[in-house]
Structure formats: C-alpha cells, structure tokens
C-alpha cells in the first residue's frame, strides 16, 4: 500500500510523523504496490497425448492472450487469431466479445488438425486456425479431451519397503520377552515364568533401556544408559494478561558443555547364554565402539537380521561414522568414518530434502552427502565394502537440494549453486546425474534463480528464473538433454517502473583473501540524489546455518521503511556463511565474533569508491537472534567503521545459548574460544551508539543473555540504551520497539531529535 506520511517526510523530515507512521504499522518491511507485474507466471495446461500444451496471459486493463505450444515442433505462437476470432463471435450472434479479453472456456485443440475447441457465454465452437472458419457445434458433438497442470515436483515419494523394526519386548517369533528389571536386561520364555539374566552391571545411574531384537529372535541390543545433567532456564512473566502477580516459567534447556545423556552398546546371544549356562560371558559383548554422547541411538536392521547399523555422530561435530554390528559374532566395523579438523555438518539434512546418510533398496549401496573435498557433494558406498565406490558429484560447486534418488535408472536428479562460472554463485540450478558421476546434464542455464515444473511424461520442463534486479524469465527445455527448446514469456515489470519502482542493486567485491567474491544488495533511498550524502543501514544476520541475501525478484520494494527515511540499506553475506565452499564456511569454526565482518567492510568501501554519495563515515547495522549478537559484536569489535547499532534478542554469549546450535559451530569442549566470541565478556570494548532490545518471555534465546550483557555494560561504566519488552518473546519488540529503533538511527546517523511522546497527543 502507499505510505500516506510519504509526501511529508519528504517536504518536511518530520520526524514525529517519521515515527508515528512507524508505530502505526505503515513504515513496511517490504511495501506493497497498486502496479502488477504481468507474466510472472504460466500455468500450463498440458494435454493428455503429451503434444502441446496451452496457458493465458493475463495483461494490463484486464486484456488477455492465449498461447499455444507445440511440444513436438518446439513452436510458441498465439493460440489463435483473437482478432478475426472475435470478428467470427460477433458474426456468429456471440454479443459482447471483445478480442482484448476473450472470455473462453473447456478451451482444446487438434494440433494434428489445426482445430480449436472451446465453450463462450454458454455456446460451443471450433475454430479452424489455419482457415480462420468458426464452427458452431452441439455440446454433444464438443471433443473431450483432457488436460493436467502438473506443477514442479509435485513427484510424489515413494512408499518405504517394510523394513525389520524390532519390538521393544517380545521377539519376533514370539516366544520371548524382554525387560529391563533392576537396571539389567532379563528375557523369559512367553510360555514359562523363569527370569534369565542378561545383563549384571546395570545400576541406578547407568541403567540398561530399550531392548532391541534381532528378527531372528536370538540376538538383541540393549543400550546402557547414563542420564545426563542438563540445567534448567527460567524466565518470568511481569505482566500476566489475567493480572495479579508474575508468573516463573521453567523449562529444561541444554546449553554448551552440559553433560548430555549417553549410551553404551551391548550384544547379546540368547542362544549361547541358554545352552552354556547362566555364568557364561560369552554371551555379552560390549562392541568397542565408543558411547554415543550426542542424539538418539537409532538402528537400522539388516532384513535377516543379522546386522544392525546406526549413524553416530561424536560431540563437537567433527567425526562421523556409520556404524555395523554383526549379531552373529559381536563384530563392528565403520562403514562411514569421517572426520573433519573444523566441523562436519550433521544438522542440516532437512534443508537438503534427503538424509546425509540414503539407503538404497535395490542395492546394497548408500548414497552420501558429504563436504570431505571441500564442497558438498554426493558419494556413492558399496555397503559390503565398506568404501566408497566414486564421487557422484564433484567440482568447484555445491549440492543444495536432492529431488529424488532414481533407482531403476539409477540417476540422482538434484539442485546446485556455483557451477555457472559467470553468474552470482548462489544462485539455484537444477541438474541429473547417473550413480556412476557420468552424464552430469544441466537442466537449466540462464542467469538465475531456477524453479521447474515437469511435463506429466516428464519429458519437458516449464524453467523459471529470475534475480532480485531481474524479473522472471520462462523457457521450455527438454529434460533428456536440457536444451532450450524455445523461450515462453519474459516478466513486463512497466507499470512498476512508471511508479518509479528501482530493483535492489546486486553488488560483489573481494573478501579479505583478494579473490573470493562477496555478493549483496543496495538498495537507495526514495527520491535518490547522487549529489547527496546517504546514512546506511546494513541488515545483518550471519548465521552460520545458510546465506541471507535474497536472490529471487520481487514486486515489492525491500527496507522501503528505512530507504523512505533516506537510509541506504544493504544486505550481504561474508565468509562463514553457508552455501559456498567449505573453507568459506570454515571461517565460522569457533569463531562466531568474525561474522565475516572483514568482508563486509571490505565490501561497504568497494561500494563507496565509485558511489560517492554512500557515506561510509555513517554506517549503522541491525539485527535479531544470532544477528542481534554480530550487529552489537560490530561495535565491539569493529568500531572504527560501524557507528550505531541495534540488537534485538541477541545470543551475546554463545555458553549461554542452546547446546545443539552453537556447538555446531563453537565446537566441544566448552574452551576460551567461547570467552573471545563472547559480547559480554568484551563489553568492555564498546564504542558508538547502542541499543539493546529483549523480549522477556523469548523462548529461543534466553533473555539472561541480554541482561548480562547489560550487567557487563553498566560495570565497564559504558553508555547505551536498554528496552526490555515485557510479555515479548523472541524478536517479538513490538510497535514500541520498532519505533525506538527507527528513532534510535534517525538521531545518531541523521542528527534528528525524536518529538516528546510524553507531551503528544
């Protein structure tokens, strides 16, 4: 929507109204606009024998078009004449056809016959588009002829085969029982009373639990357990909605360094505890595998039960193996073992729409997802090897996305980023490849973000790509090879550009080694006078679990309540983020403080050079979450070149913040390394403006983190600006929040004053 204070601001630099547009919800994160962009999309409607398909343009004034496309030609064209078809209607007794918005509906053709078929205000006809003759014809007499939307991977998965899950208690032949009874694992006949004993060093503090039989009702593995010790985290509740007096909220929350539950492996033979008696140890092995001290031990079973396997990962992310026990014999052996000197990533398998670890059912075989070459690719392991049998991918690029494992045709089709040497390296493409790493074929190419939608027979893709400053482009390709097989529509963003909407710019410069590009957006001020000075905002968020700058088109306009206040706004992503080569993650590895801020500096003055009215001499930063830890780590740390900061919910200490999360990146055990990331035990360095803002009830990052940094402030007598946010949780500042924000860099890079609240009506 238009923002009415707009005019004003600009006449005026009001900042009561600056403020109080703000506190009213019409200062936007990314603001609306009355103009369309007109083929954005196409929805194609396929038809059944697999030789064309049909979709409508929707265009300006409420005009429309038709196309048709001839899969087996590879033509694009006008459906047909809507002119001299509108002339026919007309002609026919159809009133008020206009050729600008032909209303048709049930529309189909006889491509082989150059016939169209449709149904108009009730009536149907055929239309001949080679000799331009229009046809009236029965319902009865109208084609039936059928037609799918089929949209991008809309493949649904296949059902798992059944595998082998162990009962809990009884053996799979039935004639068994298992428990746990005095810590120790016991099993009796379901037919008799006897107790046997399985177990006899099961205690109070290191109980056995969970037993697990083999489908040959012989073997079973037990895991012996010791409890963890994890703390509590409070937060309390000042304002209850119900009134009277506050409320505790208590809530476990593990946090780096606690002592976490572990669980010891043990093997078990019925068979030879039954036949040599009850003092034989044989019967009892613990695998030397070590104790599993980080997740839930979760095993996968051979059919004939005779191995069982599980993914390990050990504590600080740096070693993990895939593990086989052999119930027959008490043997193990590590199918996967890698280790990494920084960090593997275990735990991000959801953003890669498969596991690390893909068991194949047609072969005993396992598909792998791995950074052991320095960029993530897939591995193919003979299982009975226990090797790997050769990269299915490699190169200077990153797998992102697994679609779907092929296993008949044995082919992986997935999504990748970086392998268009002459495009921004984020960007997604998509890509089929055999088991074998040969016949890597690309299914896209243009200079974009990638989105696909398969024929029904799949043998042609819809491919739809655009960039932040580029507005959608759509193509045809064939899937067997990826060719083009002809261009569709290209995005008309002209209503938007007479409003006077800009795109962000995309901007890239070196990082601190002289040849790694850094990649962001700028995004000017309304009304943009390359005479002037502009302040500058940077979003920030570095997380080290993905990259931030967003690379898809959008109609809206990006920070428009920020660049509507005359701030430049800039968003980039530095070393230590995800998504490009494992040495630019690595930068992160127990150093979260970094934050690829050498980068960002580098980049703000790269800009600057040729754009003189980017006044890098103000330059404030924002951010919440891990963001809300760098924007105040920039003053800290960098305080020569950012000036002003505001952090909400920030994690200023990573000891302080959830165990799963920062030991991913910090790494096990807790060492000094955590102290010189820590904000709070750097307080002390502090410069510039800062304001800290924390939700009281923020159920992510505990709030404490925030109110010890305070603490940590006060005691190094250093000035800034505190808001806690009662009832708020995380990122969660609210109308007051933001509006204390916005006043906060319009003071300290403007030089405007804020109104008194107090005072205004």
């Known amino acids: 929507m238009k923002n009415p204070f707009r005019k004003i601001f600009q006449q005026h630099n009001c900042v009561a109204l600056a403020t109080l547009a703000c506190a009213t919800n019409l200062c936007l994160t990314e603001k609306a606009h009355a103009a369309n962009v007109y083929k954005s999309r196409i929805s194609p409607q396929w038809s059944g024998d697999g030789s064309h398909f049909w979709y409508r343009n929707d265009l300006p004034k409420g005009t429309r078009r038709f196309v048709l496309v001839d899969l087996r030609k590879g033509v694009r064209e006008e459906a047909f004449d809507h002119e001299r078809l509108a002339k026919a209607l007309l002609a026919a007794g159809v009133k008020g056809v206009k050729a600008s918005s032909l209303s048709v509906d049930q529309l189909h053709f006889g491509t082989s016959e150059n016939l169209a078929y449709f149904r108009i205000k009730g009536l149907h006809f055929q239309w001949n588009r080679k000799t331009k003759k229009l046809t009236k014809i029965e319902a009865e007499a109208f084609p039936k002829t059928s037609y799918s939307t089929n949209k991008p991977n809309e493949r649904k998965p296949k059902p798992?085969?059944?595998?082998?899950?162990?009962?809990?208690?009884?053996?799979?032949?039935g004639k068994w029982k298992a428990f746990i009874k005095d810590h120790n694992v016991f099993v009796k006949s379901t037919k008799g009373e006897e107790d046997i004993q399985l177990s006899k060093d099961g205690k109070p503090d290191?109980?056995?639990?969970?037993?697990?039989?083999?489908?040959?009702?012989?073997?079973?593995?037990?895991?012996?357990?010791?409890?963890?010790?994890?703390?509590?985290?409070?937060?309390?509740?000042?304002?209850?909605?119900?009134?009277?007096?506050?409320?505790?909220?208590?809530?476990?929350?593990?946090?780096?360094?606690?002592?976490?539950?572990?669980?010891?492996?043990n093997w078990f033979d019925l068979e030879a505890k039954i036949s040599?008696?009850?003092?034989?140890?044989?019967?009892?092995?613990?695998?030397?595998?070590?104790?599993?001290?980080?997740?839930?031990?979760?095993?996968?079973?051979?059919?004939?039960?005779?191995?069982?396997?599980?993914?390990?990962?050990?504590?600080?992310?740096?070693?993990?193996?895939?593990?086989?026990?052999?119930?027959?014999?008490?043997?193990?052996?590590?199918?996967?073992?890698?280790?990494?000197?920084?960090?593997?990533?275990?735990?991000?398998?959801?953003?890669?729409?498969?596991?690390?670890?893909?068991?194949l059912t047609k072969s005993k075989e396992i598909i792998y997802l791995s950074e052991k070459s320095g960029w993530r690719h897939l591995y193919l392991i003979d299982v009975q090897k226990g090797k790997i049998t050769n990269p299915i991918t490699k190169g200077n690029f990153v797998v992102r996305y697994v679609d779907w494992i092929d296993e008949e045709k044995r082919q992986v089709w997935f999504r990748a980023s970086g392998r268009n040497s002459n495009q921004d390296p984020y960007l997604m493409h998509y890509y089929r490849v055999n088991f074998d790493g040969t016949e890597l074929t690309s299914l896209t190419e243009g200079n974009g973000w990638h989105k696909i939608a398969y024929s029904p027979d799949r043998k042609f893709i819809i491919d739809t790509y655009s960039r932040i400053d580029m507005a959608h482009v759509h193509e045809l390709r064939r899937v067997s090879d990826g060719k083009l097989v002809c261009e569709l529509e290209k995005a008309d963003t002209s209503e938007l550009e007479t409003e006077g909407w800009e795109p962000p710019e995309v901007f890239s410069a070196k990082g601190r080694d002289g040849k790694t590009d850094i990649w962001g957006i700028v995004c000017r001020p309304a009304n943009f006078d390359p005479n002037k000075k502009y302040p500058i905002l940077e979003a920030m968020y570095a997380g080290p679990h993905d990259s931030y700058t967003p690379k898809q088109f959008s109609a809206g306009k990006p920070f428009s309540s920020w660049t509507d206040m005359g701030f430049v706004v800039v968003k980039m992503d530095g070393m230590g983020t995800a998504n490009r080569s494992k040495a630019f993650h690595d930068v992160c590895w127990k150093n979260l403080k970094d934050a690829g801020f050498p980068d960002r500096i580098l980049w703000h003055k790269a800009f600057a050079k040729n754009n003189p009215w980017y006044d890098v001499s103000?330059?404030?930063?924002?951010?919440?979450?891990?963001?809300?830890?760098?924007?105040?780590?920039?003053l800290l740390f960098h305080p020569d070149f950012y000036k002003v900061a505001v952090s909400s919910c920030g994690c200023h200490d990573n000891r302080m913040d959830k165990a799963s999360w920062n030991e991913q990146w910090m790494g096990y055990p807790v060492g000094p390394h955590?102290?010189?990331?820590?904000?709070?035990?750097?307080?002390?360095?502090?410069?510039?403006?800062?304001?800290?803002?924390?939700?009281?009830?923020?159920?992510?990052?505990?709030?404490?983190?925030?109110?010890?940094?305070?603490?940590?402030l006060i005691k190094a007598n250093k000035d800034f600006d505190f808001i806690m946010i009662p009832g708020a949780g995380h990122g969660g500042d609210g109308r007051h929040g933001h509006r204390r924000r916005v006043e906060f860099f319009r003071k300290h890079l403007m030089g405007l004053e804020s109104p008194n609240w107090n005072a205004s009506k």
């Open 276 to 359: 040599d008696g009850q003092d034989n140890k044989k019967h009892h092995l613990k695998p030397q595998v070590g104790l599993i001290d980080f997740g839930w031990p979760n095993l996968r079973w051979t059919p004939d039960g005779r191995y069982a396997r599980y993914r390990k990962v050990d504590r600080g992310h740096q070693r993990l193996r895939l593990i086989e026990v052999d119930t027959f014999t008490g043997k193990t052996r590590d199918l996967i073992d890698e280790k990494s000197e920084t960090f593997i990533w275990t735990e991000h398998p959801k953003n890669l729409g498969v596991p690390l670890v893909n068991w």
């Open 160 to 173: 798992k085969p059944k595998q082998y899950r162990p009962s809990r208690n009884v053996s799979p032949d």
């Open 674 to 712: 955590y102290a010189e990331s820590s904000n709070i035990d750097n307080a002390h360095r502090l410069k510039g403006k800062l304001l800290l803002i924390v939700g009281e009830l923020d159920k992510n990052v505990p709030p404490e983190s925030t109110y010890r940094l305070v603490d940590a």
């Open 206 to 265: 290191n109980s056995y639990q969970g037993p697990f039989w083999s489908s040959n009702s012989n073997n079973l593995i037990s895991f012996r357990v010791q409890p963890g010790k994890v703390g509590d985290v409070h937060l309390l509740e000042s304002s209850p909605k119900t009134g009277g007096r506050a409320k505790l909220h208590t809530r476990k929350y593990p946090l780096p360094g606690d002592k976490f539950t572990k669980h010891e492996l």
């Open 618 to 634: 103000r330059v404030g930063i924002y951010g919440g979450s891990a963001g809300g830890q760098s924007s105040t780590g920039a």
